[in-house]
């Protein structure tokens, strides 16, 4: 597995579980009929989870870094309106667009606080499956990726824990060791320091064994679309369900909430360990993704 290889099967698994997340905002879509073995009618469209995870992996590919002034004029020039984007987003997107520099448009959102939503988390595991092995350097390329649209603390961290998760999932596929559970957890801890995603992640641990509706309950879906709310319930789920991706994924959907952004994050963390093999991506659920663009290697 090259570095590249994993940070493929991350995306994969992102972009899957962000368009198969989607399908739940769609009326008449059935959650009892996905755990039945019938999932949603093909083509499942991806949302704006998966646009921006491919401009991150594009960066990689083509310069195996992350420069935010490159990153910044890729999100302004690649977003696509009805991907879903909230609305800050937009206006943000918009802003670079037109000459704004990044730093002044990102830092003055919701009056000088910068975002605290799960916007920079979202894309991010591929970047961190990029990075398997040196996990303090998958941190410093979050951070930066990060910064770009989302200024908060609290934004940053959890897009430092999802991809600190991610490059210890690929380290452990490549060492064909399954970490434990709260092994994984302890990692992505040793990277952040005290805020309310760390508080989360520690509260997580705890939870470990619990079901699903209770990590739920206790952790947060993502209906608040904060990266507190969000980042913890995904770590839980990812580190549980570490090696069954079509698990994982059934996780989110029945936790509710912002189930497309869960089950990115989820999934891109999942996928680098999984790949598409036993206890991986299900090639049906591959195969229904609407394919991904050409610039980003689909």
């Known amino acids: 597995m090259t570095y590249l290889d994993l940070c493929r099967d ?30 949603p009618l093909a ?15 594009s960066e990689l590919r ?25 609305g800050g987003a937009v206006v943000l997107l918009h802003q670079i667009r037109d000459g704004a520099d990044w730093r002044q448009a990102a830092r003055s959102a919701f009056d000088g606080q910068g975002s605290m939503g799960n916007g920079a988390a979202m894309r991010v595991a591929p970047l ?6 040196t996990s303090q350097t998958a941190a410093l390329a979050a951070m930066r990726s990060a910064e770009v649209t989302h200024a908060h603390p609290e934004a940053i961290l959890a897009a430092v ?9 690929g380290h ?10 709260e092994t994984l957890l302890e990692a992505v801890l040793r990277h952040l320091v005290d805020s309310r995603v760390s508080e989360g992640i ?12 209770e990590a739920a309950y206790e952790l947060g879906n993502g209906s608040r679309v904060l990266a507190q709310d969000t980042v913890p319930f995904t770590l ?35 996928a680098t360990f999984t790949g598409t093999g036993p206890g991986g991506i299900p090639p049906s659920w591959l195969n229904a993704r609407e394919p991904l663009p050409i610039w980003a290697g689909g």
């Open 161 to 169: 824990a999802v991809a600190v998760a991610a490059a210890e999932a």
């Open 202 to 213: 520690r509260q997580a641990i705890g939870l470990l064994g619990a079901s699903v509706a």
């Open 62 to 86: 083509t310069w195996g870094d992350i420069d935010p002034d490159r990153l910044a004029a890729a999100f302004a020039q690649r977003y696509e309106p009805y991907r879903g984007y909230g």
């Open 10 to 39: 991350s995306l994969d698994g992102l972009s899957v579980g962000d368009a198969l997340g989607a399908q739940f905002f769609v009326p008449g879509t059935s959650y009892a009929e996905l755990v039945a073995g019938r999932p």
């Open 43 to 57: 083509p499942w469209p991806w949302t704006d989870d998966t646009e921006m995870a491919c401009s991150v992996v």
């Open 236 to 270: 839980w789920a990812s580190a549980t369900f570490l090696n069954d991706y079509p698990a994982a994924i059934l996780a989110c959907v029945e936790a509710g909430g912002d189930v497309d952004t869960t089950a990115a994050i989820v999934g891109g963390i999942v």
């Open 172 to 181: 452990a596929r490549r060492l064909k060791q399954r970490p434990a559970p």
């Open 128 to 133: 961190g499956a990029f990075h398997a092995g």
